[in-house]
């Protein structure tokens, strides 16, 4: 889908204060069967007796700041979690514009998985455009994957999980800094592999009930891919990788091979996953040089990956006005997604 006349304004990430490297963790023996291309990242990780969904209200406070808007101008906000937010039966949208101020919105939540910011990206362009009373969108995230119904270390294959929020705009206008024009976004969905994050298991009454009460994607990815094996996901996911990385260069009127295409970021997952699936998929077309993977710095961030890629690829790539930034992604469903920005300031 072609954009072009919306800016995503002030991307903002807030980490927890604690931070643990993988290191420590092996130290301490809280990692098993591990991957040794994940490195040794300090996992940021929220200990605090409070909702993961404070992360993303300190986010939203600093995109607002930055970016010199008012919480009164912001008319629909959509959170993404894949994880327990911090109360049961509780809306963490609503949270977040309460915490904030943004009492004017409508508050929707998101679970699309690791990529539902991508989605809540695309649901607020399309709202914008159809209705232009609505000033702007906002996008918020956030998840703690917290012990001991969640192990971090040890929940799924290729990475381990740290925790962060993100919040970014959605405008008419540009802001003075750190502001992108939305050029296009597409993305490519394969339903039939949702299988794999409950293949092993029946449904249960209540969250984190599988194995004594903690969540393992290990064991459901197993049990899936022994059922079926690994060549049709495989696949699936280079199908849906590409197709939606194609779509999106061809709606912004792009081939890849251009020089004001400054940046690629790619999921904080596994050095493995890196080489053998991004760099493999993505370097044909961009060159290997414009490739950047963060997931030796902070570990998978899950639903804070999109917005932590973007305002480091802003704070670290000394972008210049017109300089394309690329923005893939991917998540369990499964869906993969890919973002065209253009530099404004």
Not at 202 to 224: C, E, I, M, N
């Amino acid at each position: 889908m072609f954009i072009g006349d919306l800016y995503l304004n002030g991307c903002a990430v807030s980490y927890p204060t604690t931070r643990v490297p993988v290191a420590e963790a092996l130290a301490q023996g809280l990692v098993r069967d591990f991957d040794e291309t994940i490195g040794n990242p300090d996992v940021p990780v929220f200990d605090e007796n409070a909702p993961a969904a404070d992360m993303a209200v300190e986010a939203l406070r600093q995109s607002l700041k930055s970016t010199g808007t008012d919480a009164s101008d912001v008319d629909l906000l959509i959170h993404c979690g894949w994880w327990h937010q911090g109360f049961d039966i509780w809306s963490a949208a609503h949270y977040v514009a309460h915490r904030t101020g943004a009492l004017g919105v409508v508050p929707m939540n998101l679970s699309q998985g690791c990529n539902a910011p991508m989605a809540a990206l695309e649901l607020t362009v399309r709202a914008m455009r159809a209705d232009d009373t609505i000033r702007t969108g906002a996008v918020t995230a956030a998840d703690a994957m917290q012990f001991p119904q969640v192990d971090r270390w040890n929940l799924n294959y290729g990475c381990v999980h740290g925790d962060a929020g993100t919040a970014m705009l959605v405008s008419r206008e540009p802001a003075a800094r750190n502001a992108f024009r939305i050029v296009s976004i597409a993305s490519k969905a394969a339903p039939e592999l949702e299988e794999m994050n409950r293949s092993g298991y029946t449904a249960t009454p209540g969250p984190a009930l599988r194995d004594g009460g903690r969540v393992d994607l290990k064991a459901a990815k197993k049990a899936y891919l022994t059922q079926y094996g690994m060549d049709g996901f495989m696949g699936r996911s280079r199908e849906a990788l590409t197709g939606c990385v194609r779509q999106a260069l061809e709606d912004a009127g792009l081939d890849g091979g251009e020089s004001r295409i400054r940046v690629v970021s790619v999921p904080r997952l596994s050095g493995k996953i890196f080489e053998t699936v991004y760099r493999a998929q993505l370097a044909p077309l961009f060159g290997a040089e414009k490739l950047v993977w963060w997931g030796d710095r902070t570990a998978h961030l899950g639903v804070a990956d999109v917005g932590a890629n973007i305002e480091d690829t802003h704070d670290e790539h000394a972008l210049e006005p017109g300089d394309i930034t690329v923005v893939v992604n991917a998540g369990g469903g499964y869906t993969w997604s890919c973002l065209v920005l253009e530099s404004v300031a």
